[in-house]
């Protein structure tokens, strides 16, 4: 079965600075890897996503991932946050099977002035 | 397009009183999910749909979760009786037929609270 670990219970990071979250998968095959956003009181939104091809894919909100076998990982990361990325970030993968979505705990990112 | 549609937002009950959550997905999806957020994890499955039936309830608590999606579009939940541990968001998420899609598209979820 598969699995997502993300190391990082919480972050905080200066407006401007860089982000970077970390995403650990455990997964026999390919893997179909997700990043989603989650504000406060909000559903999840998709940032990116990465099904094959290139390994650094982009996403919304000047987000991008980059996809390394080697290390099974998936890090999420951001060149300068804003305020409003402060939130909380799922990495997640999904099962070429039975199309079944594994979340990882999550990330909370709280960004300071 | 309009996105998956979840109603209450927000619920307060008492224990042991019984609550009830919709949601519309997606026109044209046909899988269903309901997913149980409890505070400080990931979303976990508790159903999934296929049109008005269902795939994997497997993780579901049967003894006092059901669920229905009739006709194949929207889908309840309930919780009858509710525990204290029940209090979560609850999300639902669609996703479009077809092989080799695998986005689920969320709800913004009811946030439950039992008391």
């Known amino acids: 079965a598969q699995s997502v670990t993300q190391p990082d219970i919480h972050i905080t990071v200066s407006e401007g600075a860089s982000l970077e979250l970390r995403c650990n998968y455990s997964?026999?095959?390919?893997?179909?890897l997700f990043w989603y956003v989650q504000s406060p009181g909000q559903g999840l939104q998709l940032l990116l996503k990465?099904?094959?091809?290139?390994?650094l894919v982009q996403g919304i909100k000047g987000f991008e991932a980059e996809f390394k076998r080697s290390q099974s990982s998936f890090n999420l990361r951001k060149p300068s946050v804003h305020w409003s990325d402060a939130a909380e970030y799922f990495c997640?993968?999904?099962?070429?099977?039975?199309?079944?979505?594994?979340f990882g705990a999550g990330t909370t990112v709280t960004v300071r002035a | 397009e309009a996105g998956v549609a979840q109603s209450p937002r927000y619920k307060i009950i008492e224990k042991r009183q019984s609550v009830a959550f919709w949601c519309n997905p997606i026109?044209?999806?046909?899988?269903l999910y309901w997913y149980q957020q409890i505070l400080g994890q990931g979303p976990k499955l508790l159903i999934q749909?296929?049109?008005?039936?269902?795939?994997?309830d497997s993780q579901l608590p049967k003894d006092r979760f059901s669920a229905e999606r009739l006709k194949g579009v929207d889908s309840t939940l309930k919780i009858q009786p509710a525990k204290l541990e029940d209090s979560a968001v609850y999300l639902c998420a669609s996703r479009s037929p077809g092989t080799g899609v695998y986005e689920q598209y969320f709800g913004p979820g009811t946030r439950l609270t039992v008391t």
């Open positions: 026109s044209g999806h046909a899988t």
């Open positions: 997640a993968v999904v099962s070429s099977n039975d199309y079944k979505l594994s």
């Open positions: 997964y026999g095959a390919t893997p179909y």
């Open positions: 990465y099904f094959s091809g290139d390994t």
């Open positions: 749909f296929q049109n008005n039936g269902v795939v994997d």
